[in-house]
């Protein structure tokens, strides 16, 4: 009892518990709050620190005090605005697929990306980013990822998780990272950011200049206006910054839309074009006709050997002739001559007069370089369809220099080059008499049977079929051309040099 008693005493020198509403004279179980006013603009809302402040020009917005929801954080009743999301950067590799619904060449690099408050900047690597964030002159790669639309693509790439971003101006862009908790953290990251900045754009093209009335959509003048009220259509939620979609998207609805507004008109006009088409086909000119009147040119290097010696009227083509003329008259002591490239582009020239039927001089000065001329006949044998030694005689020749007998093996070769046909075969002569020339200027232009048999045995044959090894093919190649040059005296009837 005398313990309860000193008890008693020191929870009486207490002073009285005093209740807020006792003092602000708010009902019990409210929240009590300041609002600001004019006779208080130096007060600040003690609620949160989320909460705005609204225009002093409006007149201040009553509060419920029945209970503290979301609505009170926020004066302009849209809702708490997320934190946005930042990622400082990471390596991933991206592509660029199109660009304003523009295809493009899709080309993957390693690339630093760092997702910022409202975009997507791209770096070549970290050092760049300090650099750019240092220097206020250098800005990096990036998108806008309002209204831009992240997710994961299996058809744009045959990579694993790629993700796929298409921004609101139809540019579309591919991330991509072996490790999938990497790229998925950035699909997250990405998604929720845009859905943020969507969110908020839409937010702010609601607001009105104006104070919208309670359960109603008619809005009141701000500043000294007449009392009538203003009835202002609130925005199609179309207007905001949405997801646009996809290029082909809009390519596949056009489509759509187009089929739908086919008539019978349409089908009527197609069968004409078709008609018309049938007709012209049917009527058309052959090649034969065209060929005649010149709008079809045969061209000399790719023609077959038979049809442009026809075409000439000779069994040795004229350019042949001409550029072995040009080489004996000025080339001969060469060195390395037909070893040595000529200038391509100046070969392609030459070839193009060739083709066209333009006429031309071999001893003008664009055609200074004898190396010209030894490309561009080289040129003319290697672009043949059949090559000069036709392909019915490859196995043939081929069996016919493995005969061990010299004497033996020049009387087949010969035989065998008796039943060439003419031009083949007059074409022939009139090369090896040229090639035995050129020997005969040996020590000056340094080329040997072997350097020349090097150069045209793979110029001259080669097998209808690529089958069987072609190093030995080479082989047999190299070795009928330089057996045929050394016997051609014996084999076309030549007479030594």
């Not at 929240?31 to 609204?54: A, C, E, W, Y």
């Not at 998925?184 to 200049?209: E, F």
């Not at 390395?336 to 030459?350: D, E, H, M």
């Amino acid at each position: 009892m005398a313990g309860m008693r000193i008890t008693n005493q020191s929870v009486g020198k207490q002073p009285p518990l005093i209740l807020p509403h006792q003092v602000t004279g708010v009902a019990p179980g409210t929240v009590p709050m300041r609002i600001k006013t004019s006779q208080s603009s130096g007060d600040r809302l003690s609620q949160t620190k989320s909460m705005v402040l609204q225009d002093p020009d409006l007149p201040p917005r009553p509060i419920s005090r029945h209970r503290r929801n979301q609505s009170q954080h926020n004066i302009g009743g849209a809702g708490a605005v997320e934190t946005p999301v930042v990622l400082n950067g990471e390596y991933l590799n991206k592509a660029k697929i199109s660009e304003g619904g523009k295809k493009l060449r899709k080309n993957w690099t390693s690339t630093w990306v760092v997702l910022d408050t409202d975009k997507l900047l791209f770096y070549k690597d970290s050092k760049q980013e300090a650099l750019t964030n240092l220097k206020p002159g250098c800005s990096p790669d990036g998108m806008d990822l309002c209204g831009a639309v992240a997710e994961w693509t299996t058809e744009k790439s045959s990579r694993k998780n790629v993700l796929q971003i298409t921004t609101s101006s139809g540019s579309e862009f591919l991330l991509q990272a072996d490790n999938y908790h990497t790229i998925s953290k950035w699909h997250d990251a990405i998604k929720r950011t845009a859905d943020n900045l969507s969110k908020g754009a839409a937010r702010k093209a609601s607001d009105k200049p104006g104070i919208r009335r309670a359960n109603s959509t008619e809005y009141l003048p701000r500043h000294g206006l007449p009392s009538k009220t203003l009835s202002l259509p609130r925005p199609a939620p179309e207007s905001l910054c949405t997801k646009e979609p996809k290029p082909e998207h809009r390519r596949s609805l056009m489509f759509k839309s187009s089929k739908l507004t086919y008539s019978m008109s349409d089908s009527a006009d197609k069968n004409g074009v078709k008609n018309r088409l049938k007709k012209f086909i049917t009527r058309r000119p052959s090649m034969k006709t065209l060929q005649e009147k010149g709008i079809i040119k045969d061209r000399v290097f790719g023609c077959p050997l038979l049809a442009l010696c026809e075409r000439e009227g000779t069994t040795v083509p004229n350019f042949v002739r001409q550029c072995v003329e040009a080489v004996e008259k000025r080339g001969l002591e060469a060195d390395g001559i037909y070893r040595v490239s000529g200038n391509l582009a100046t070969i392609q020239k030459l070839r193009f007069l060739v083709d066209q039927e333009v006429e031309f001089n071999l001893d003008d000065s664009q055609w200074e370089d004898i190396h010209v001329v030894t490309g561009a006949l080289k040129m003319f044998f290697r672009e043949l369809p059949e090559p000069l030694f036709p392909f019915p005689f490859f196995e043939l020749f081929v069996e016919a220099i493995k005969t061990k007998e010299c004497k033996q093996k020049v009387q087949v070769m010969k035989k065998l080059v008796l039943q060439l046909p003419k031009p083949n075969q007059d074409t022939m002569r009139v090369l090896f008499r040229h090639l035995q020339t050129i020997l005969t200027c040996s020590q000056k232009n340094l080329m040997s049977t072997q350097g020349i048999s090097i150069v045209f045995g793979p110029t001259l044959m080669w097998p209808e079929l690529d089958c069987g090894n072609m190093a030995v093919n080479m082989v047999y190649q190299n070795q009928i051309v330089e057996f045929i040059l050394i016997e051609s005296p014996e084999i076309f009837g030549l007479q030594k040099k």
